[in-house]
Nanobody
Framework: QVRLVESGGGLVQPGGSLRLSCEAS????????MGWYRQGPGKQRELVAT???????NYDDSVNGRFTISRDNTKTTVHLQMNSLKSEDTAIYYC????????????????WGQGTQVTVSS
């Protein structure tokens, strides 16, 4: 069993900042790629940013230069620092992990968090 638990969402004014965190727990052997996706009202889920276990990052053009993704040394916690927030950043943010599980045998699965709401409004 693997769980991804997000924290740090909330309401912020345009131009403000928020920091999201996500911790993976359970029978984890290792976590490869981790990332953040979001789903705005009436929209499909979209990629925000990803980070490999080696620290290589990738950002959607809409957040590049404003958002920063990082991982703890444990490699099972990922953060998303969001600055200069805009109303169009309003969405539910989901944490993602490419997880190898050890549970007698090893196997890989895509793991998702339950989502955390980010609302940017004055």
């Amino acid at each position: 069993q693997v769980r991804l638990v997000e924290s740090g969402g909330g309401l912020v004014q345009p131009g403000g900042s928020l920091r999201l965190s996500c911790e993976a727990s359970g029978s984890i052997r290792r976590v490869n790629l981790m990332g953040w996706y979001r789903q705005g009202p009436g929209k499909q889920r979209e990629l925000v940013a990803t980070i490999s276990s080696a620290g290589d990052t990738n950002y959607d053009d809409s957040v590049n230069g404003r958002f920063t993704i990082s991982r703890d040394n444990t490699k099972t916690t990922v953060h998303l620092q969001m600055n200069s927030l805009k109303s169009e950043d309003t969405a539910i943010y989901y944490c993602y992990g490419d997880v190898w599980i050890t549970d007698g045998v090893e196997y890989r699965r895509d793991a998702w968090g339950q989502g955390t709401q980010v609302t940017v409004s004055s």
